[in-house]
Every structure is written in C-alpha cells, then in structure tokens.
C-alpha cells in the first residue's frame, strides 16, 4: 500500500475557507478526496488524474484540486463553505497499477472501492 499523510482542516463559519494536504509516499496515477458523514457512505469529493480532475456536482466551483506529481501531492482547496460540507475528509490512491482506473480517473466518479490506500482522515467543520 501507498501511505497517505494528510494535513489541514479544521472549523469554519458558513463561506469560508480551508485546505487540506494529502502527501503519498510514492507516485500514482490517480488520487482523490473522499468524505463521509456518520451513517452515510463515503463520496468522492474529487478525482484526479495527471491531467484531468473530475467533481462532484455539489462542490463545482467551489472546491479546487491541484496535484503536485513531481512532489506526490494533492490539495483539496475549498471555498464558500457550508453546513453541508461537514464530514471527514479521506485522501485516497490506488497502490497497484490498474489500466481501468487510469482511463476512468478524472473523468467520472469512482466508487471508495477502486481505491485500496487511505489516509486517516480529517475533519471540517462549517458552523452555520
């Protein structure tokens, strides 16, 4: 397995700001955030590949992802936060090389199952 050390978080009012930082211990071709509320199933907050980032729907616009490959790191920058963005936040990578995953990464949401390296996760917290 990758291990993945995350960084950042934290509490904040409705519209603020945060980042988080996910540094793996060796390249991979794809890396993501995913979140999780109790109760609820882990989503993937976003997906990237080298080159191409994909979003879920309800953060678009508002979250940013920018990866480092040179340094194997992937930030989650996230603005106008909300109540609803509340969860812990998990960074995730696939240690095995798998040609499937390269071609979907990026470009649609993958399951928490495609991923099989976790980081111990983070939490935000946005106070209405």
């Known amino acids: 397995q990758v291990q993945l050390v995350q960084s950042g978080g934290g509490s904040v009012e409705t519209g603020g700001s945060l980042r988080l930082s996910c540094a793996a211990s060796e390249y991979t071709d794809c890396m993501a955030w995913f979140r999780q509320t109790p109760g609820e199933q882990r989503e993937g907050v976003a997906i990237?590949?080298?080159?191409?980032?994909y979003y879920i729907g309800s953060v678009r616009g508002r979250f940013t992802v920018s990866r480092d490959v040179a340094k194997n790191t992937l930030d989650l920058h996230m603005t106008n936060l909300k109540p609803d963005d509340t969860a812990t936040y998990y960074c995730?990578?696939?240690?095995?090389?798998?040609?499937?995953?390269?071609?979907?990464?990026?470009?649609?949401?993958?399951?928490?199952?495609?991923?099989?390296?976790w980081g111990r996760g983070t939490q935000v917290t946005v106070s209405s």
């Open positions: 990237a590949s080298d080159s191409k980032i």
């Open positions: 995730a990578t696939l240690a095995r090389q798998s040609p499937v995953l390269k071609l979907k990464c990026g470009r649609m949401p993958l399951p928490p199952t495609d991923f099989d390296s």
